[in-house]
């Protein structure tokens, strides 16, 4: 499985070079989380907080390709402004590397202009040349990075797909059942972890980075709310109303957000009815915690009890210590 990571310039998760750097050209340093990724299966994901649109279609996003291409035409100079070129793609895209380029390039033409009218001139003319033709090739070999990070279309070597969010993937390992477990309890159970991955999987349709930190928390709670159900069945009655109204509740407000998010357009109707529908994210969790709260009620006691034990007898060890047990 190839390795991925958050790349923090491109706030998205992406695939890794060999080096470790991001598929769109930034360094090392700027990726965090490294892990085995799975390519994503869902489309129309927008890059930016704030998109409710999703990718604009390829024909517009290559509309204007030759203005991130230009730059290109400073390395046909004979080597008088080659190292702009590098300068203005590197400090565009924010990459050292490229920017560092540019100064190397302009070496060649400092010694030459340096040299002029000694007789050194012509083997440094000669390099600036050769340099140049480099640089031409270098220019050609970095653009489509360079596209990669103005309009976020993948180098032709990247994979196909961009990788999947990790927070958006089901629990690699669910606690089974214990055996004997009510017939009931264990199609509800079953069910409702169904739920849960539909709605996490819809949550990577969501492009506002905000929204899709409250599903997936909210996909969090539940996820703990049915391991502790899935180890004692007995509770599922302490959690009826996650599981017979909350959960639904809750596919149905992120299903809708996630369909009227992916409009092309958007009314005044629709931003409204999507901030309320982001507000009541809120109180869903809240209700999830409530509901989590009660399933853990009688750990909770359990706990509370193990601590006045030990208390009573940390207090009867000392008493005992003191008196010389008598």
Same mark, same amino acid.
């Given at each position: =499985?190839?390795?991925? #990571?958050?790349?923090?310039?491109?706030?998205?998760?992406?695939?890794?070079?060999?080096?470790g750097a991001c598929e769109n050209g930034h360094p090392a340093t700027k990726v965090r989380n490294v892990q085995q990724l799975k390519a994503s299966t869902s489309v129309g994901v927008a890059p930016h907080e704030g998109d409710y649109a999703p990718f604009a279609p390829p024909r517009a996003r290559f509309r204007f390709w030759w203005r991130h291409s230009l730059w290109i035409g400073w390395t046909f100079t004979l080597g008088f402004f080659n190292w702009l070129a590098f300068m203005y793609v590197g400090i565009r895209a924010r990459h050292a590397a490229w920017t560092l380029a540019g100064f190397a390039y302009l070496i060649p033409l400092i010694l030459t202009v340096? &040299?002029?009218?000694?007789?050194?001139?012509? #083997?440094?003319?000669?390099?600036?040349?050769?340099?140049?033709?480099?640089?031409?090739?270098?220019?050609? /070999?970095?653009?489509?990075?360079?596209?990669?990070? =103005?309009?976020?279309?993948?180098?032709?070597d990247a994979l196909p797909a961009p990788p999947q969010d990790p927070r958006l993937l089901p629990p690699a390992v669910r606690p089974p059942l214990p055996k004997g477990t009510d017939e009931g309890a264990s199609e509800v159970i079953l069910g409702a972890r169904r739920?849960?991955?539909?709605?996490?999987?819809?949550?990577?349709?969501?492009?506002? @980075? &905000?929204v899709q930190d409250k599903v997936v928390a909210l996909c969090q709670t539940a996820d703990q709310i049915l391991e502790e159900l899935a180890s004692r069945p007995r509770k599922v009655d302490a959690a009826r109303s996650f599981l017979t109204y909350y959960l639904d509740?809750?596919?149905?407000?992120?299903?809708? /957000?996630? =369909?009227?998010?992916? @409009?092309?357009?958007?009314?005044?109707?629709?931003? @409204?009815?999507?901030?309320?529908?982001?507000? &009541?994210?809120?109180?869903v969790q809240a209700a999830f915690d409530g509901q989590f709260a009660n399933v853990l009620e009688d750990r909770v006691l359990d706990l509370e009890s193990e601590i006045e034990l030990l208390e009573k007898t940390v207090h009867m060890d000392d008493y005992y210590s003191q008196t010389g047990g008598l």
């Amino acid at each position: =499985m190839p390795l991925g #990571g958050f790349c923090e310039v491109c706030d998205r998760w992406v695939w890794l070079t060999p080096y470790g750097a991001c598929e769109n050209g930034h360094p090392a340093t700027k990726v965090r989380n490294v892990q085995q990724l799975k390519a994503s299966t869902s489309v129309g994901v927008a890059p930016h907080e704030g998109d409710y649109a999703p990718f604009a279609p390829p024909r517009a996003r290559f509309r204007f390709w030759w203005r991130h291409s230009l730059w290109i035409g400073w390395t046909f100079t004979l080597g008088f402004f080659n190292w702009l070129a590098f300068m203005y793609v590197g400090i565009r895209a924010r990459h050292a590397a490229w920017t560092l380029a540019g100064f190397a390039y302009l070496i060649p033409l400092i010694l030459t202009v340096a &040299s002029f009218g000694t007789p050194l001139f012509r #083997g440094f003319a000669a390099l600036q040349l050769f340099v140049s033709a480099a640089s031409v090739a270098h220019a050609l /070999y970095l653009r489509p990075y360079y596209r990669a990070v =103005m309009f976020g279309d993948a180098p032709r070597d990247a994979l196909p797909a961009p990788p999947q969010d990790p927070r958006l993937l089901p629990p690699a390992v669910r606690p089974p059942l214990p055996k004997g477990t009510d017939e009931g309890a264990s199609e509800v159970i079953l069910g409702a972890r169904r739920q849960v991955d539909a709605i996490r999987t819809t949550a990577g349709a969501i492009g506002k @980075r &905000s929204v899709q930190d409250k599903v997936v928390a909210l996909c969090q709670t539940a996820d703990q709310i049915l391991e502790e159900l899935a180890s004692r069945p007995r509770k599922v009655d302490a959690a009826r109303s996650f599981l017979t109204y909350y959960l639904d509740a809750a596919q149905r407000i992120v299903d809708g /957000y996630a =369909m009227l998010a992916a @409009r092309p357009t958007t009314s005044p109707e629709i931003a @409204r009815a999507l901030a309320r529908a982001e507000a &009541s994210l809120d109180s869903v969790q809240a209700a999830f915690d409530g509901q989590f709260a009660n399933v853990l009620e009688d750990r909770v006691l359990d706990l509370e009890s193990e601590i006045e034990l030990l208390e009573k007898t940390v207090h009867m060890d000392d008493y005992y210590s003191q008196t010389g047990g008598l």
